[in-house]
Antibody, heavy 120, light 107 residues
Framework: QVQLKESGPGLVQPSQTLSLTCTVS????????VHWVRQPPGKGLEWMGR???????SYNSALKSRLSISRDTSKNQVFLKMNSLQTDDTGTYYC??????????????WGQGVMVTVSS | DVQMTQSPSYLAASPGESVSISCKAS??????LAWYQEKPGKTNKLLIY???TLQSGTPSRFSGSGSGTDFTFTIRSLEPEDFAVYYC?????????FGSGTKLEIK
């Protein structure tokens, strides 16, 4: 069955770089887009960016200067790297699967999320 | 960016009742609105996309309507498992944007 699982450090120091991994199973990264979405505590969801099935990426302009998404199809993994972290980057980070690659995204599968705290 | 205004933020109802949630977009998103359910210990669940299309497996007591800027999500005859947080999301353009959520609690 389709699964996505996020992993990464729970604590990151301010100004450092966050590195997260989304490991997927039950589908191919060359057939579906994978996105990253985050949620600060007590706040709403924010779309961060996506890795398309063909290897292209796109980012939320609010984060674009700090964000990089890449993948390793042989390992079924999508990576997120975001630099210059600040306390307001604290939150739960999700990877999600795009229901269809041919339309603007909605998400038929989500990971459980990984909580990231930015603190010294 | 398209701003999504979701209301109410909190809703209390009893099993068997019907409830509705509103989601308003800051500009037209055609019919491209999705609704998700968030429950503790479970992954978020897509219920409806394109305004009114039920995702496979979504019970028929859930429905969505609307177009342009105004959308409504309705649960008819609430079941105990429906008490959760619900989010809307526009999928008309990037960046994708979400409503702030509605927490549905048992009265």
């Amino acid at each position: 069955q389709v699964q996505l699982k996020e992993s990464g450090p729970g604590l990151v120091q301010p100004s450092q770089t966050l590195s997260l991994t989304c490991t997927v199973s039950g589908f191919s990264l060359t057939s579906y887009n994978v996105h990253w979405v985050r949620q600060p505590p007590g706040k709403g969801l924010e779309w961060m960016g996506r890795m398309r099935y063909n290897g292209d990426t796109s980012y939320n302009s609010a984060l674009k200067s700090r964000l990089s998404i890449s993948r390793d199809t042989s390992k079924n993994q999508v990576f997120l790297k975001m630099n210059s972290l600040q306390t307001d980057d604290t939150g739960t980070y999700y990877c999600t699967r795009d229901r269809l690659i041919t339309t603007v995204a909605n998400f038929d599968y989500w990971g459980q999320g990984v909580m990231v705290t930015v603190s010294s | 960016d398209v701003q999504m205004t979701q209301s109410p933020s909190y809703l209390a109802a009893s099993p068997g009742e019907s409830v509705s949630i509103s989601c308003k977009a800051s500009k037209s998103i055609n019919t491209y609105l999705a609704w998700y359910q968030e429950k503790p210990g479970k992954t978020n669940k897509l219920l409806i996309y394109s305004g009114s299309t039920l995702q496979s497996g979504t019970p028929s007591r859930f429905s969505g309507s609307g177009s342009g800027t105004d959308f409504t999500f309705t649960i008819r005859s609430l079941e105990p498992e429906d008490f959760a947080v619900y989010y809307c999301q526009q999928h008309n353009e990037y960046p994708l944007t979400f409503g702030s959520g509605t927490k549905l609690e048992i009265k």
